[in-house]
């Protein structure tokens, strides 16, 4: 069975991304030389497709948008069926920084899930108002589920080892913050090690944010409404991933 990064998977979600997807690419081969890469193009309506394979990656195309969460689960599965043991999950729009995937992928030698913290000591990443109140909640209420302090728990970087994987390539939640709030319940009440690294986290490169004023105002109600919903749905089992 091949480790560490040899046996990584990128996966990199991308909805109408086409303006910046080429550099993110070109910077995660630079960074990181040899390690796979998919993109997830969630039913994008500009070139982001054409542009990524063109700089070099692997590209799954959905039919149309699913979501994070939903682009993301085709990810895992095409890491099973690929014999990946590990999947790293990397925003499209140039935040996440490349050179911290090796520090969380080394982590999981003793963890099935490693969030990427923007707020354990590295970098400057800020949010503010409503927002930052409903992160500390949840963090406080998803620490006591994971049975450990975290104190990012609606990060996207994240890396998922073998039994973390094979859960999620049949469970990952496609609701709206399910791929952060949700896939955490998810993997603490089915018995995953969830631990935390901290990361810096840059400006979007391009294209258009996913939140807007209006939308940071919600936050708070549909944060609520998708914990509520993760922590009364059934656990699922862990079993290890099926891995070449």
Request: proline share 5%.
């Amino acid at each position: 069975m091949r480790t560490g990064l040899d046996s990584t998977l990128i996966v990199m979600p991308a909805f109408n991304e086409s303006e910046v997807i080429a550099d993110v690419i070109a910077e995660v081969r630079r960074v990181l030389p040899g390690v796979a890469c998919l993109v997830v193009d969630d039913g994008s309506s500009d070139d982001t497709t054409a542009r990524a394979r063109r700089a070099g990656a692997k590209v799954a195309t959905l039919p149309y948008n699913l979501g994070v969460g939903g682009a993301m689960r085709v990810g895992f599965k095409y890491a099973i069926e690929n014999g990946f043991s590990n999947v790293v999950q990397l925003d499209s729009d140039g935040q996440h920084d490349p050179s911290f995937v090796p520090v969380l992928v080394s982590k999981l030698a003793s963890a099935d899930l490693v969030i990427g913290a923007r707020f354990a000591g590295e970098g400057e990443y800020a949010v503010r108002g409503l927002r930052k109140l409903a992160m500390a909640f949840l963090a406080k209420t998803l620490s006591a589920t994971a049975k450990t302090r975290l104190t990012d728990t609606t990060s996207g970087f994240k890396a998922a080892g073998p039994r973390a994987v094979a859960l999620f390539a049949e469970h990952f939640p496609a609701e709206y913050l399910g791929d952060t709030i949700e896939a955490l319940v998810i993997a603490a009440r089915s018995g995953c090690v969830i631990v935390q690294e901290p990361v810096g986290m840059r400006e979007r490169q391009g294209g258009t944010p996913s939140h807007n004023p209006v939308k940071s105002a919600l936050y708070l109600g549909r944060a609520l409404i998708a914990l509520s919903f993760a922590l009364v749905r059934p656990p699922h089992s862990l079993q290890e991933g099926a891995v070449a």
